[in-house]
């Protein structure tokens, strides 16, 4: 019953900027977790942000350090990636995830916490 609804994407010359947003429809209670993932062409999906509703709590991956910001607003339910200085490297299809239950034993960027995706939105960084 529970689906993640992603917009924002789309394509952008290097050193732009992109927000993609992740609406919560369905659901009868917040998620613990939620979270951002992409994956290029040819390379293996990896975990970009992540944020831990409850708390506020944030985390990104090394490579995003300073660039990206992941937020949520509880009224609208609705998870954001605000991306800047973009690179070309940054292109991937994105995608949205929540974690409806505390998964005990993985990183908040592990993919295997996650049990509810999105379908995906394609980020394309031009140089």
């Known amino acids: 019953q529970v689906q993640l609804v992603e917009s924002g994407g789309g394509s952008v010359q290097a050193g732009g900027s992109l927000r993609l947003s992740c609406a919560v429809v369905?659901?009868?209670?917040?998620?613990?977790?939620m979270g951002w993932f992409r994956q290029a062409p040819g390379k293996e999906r990896e975990g970009v942000a992540a944020?831990?509703?409850?708390?506020?709590?944030?985390y990104s991956a090394d490579s995003v350090k300073g660039r990206f910001t992941i937020s949520h607003d509880n009224a609208k339910n609705t998870l954001y990636l605000q991306m800047n200085t973009l690179k070309p490297e940054d292109t991937a299809m994105y995608y949205c995830?929540?974690?409806?239950?505390?998964?005990?034993?993985?990183?908040?960027?592990?993919?295997?916490?996650?049990?509810?995706w999105g379908q995906g939105t394609q980020v394309t960084v031009s140089s």
């Open positions: 995830a929540a974690d409806f239950r505390l998964r005990v034993g993985y990183g908040p960027l592990d993919l295997r916490r996650f049990g509810i």
């Open positions: 944020i831990y509703i409850g708390g506020g709590i944030t």
């Open positions: 369905g659901y009868t209670y917040s998620p613990v977790y």
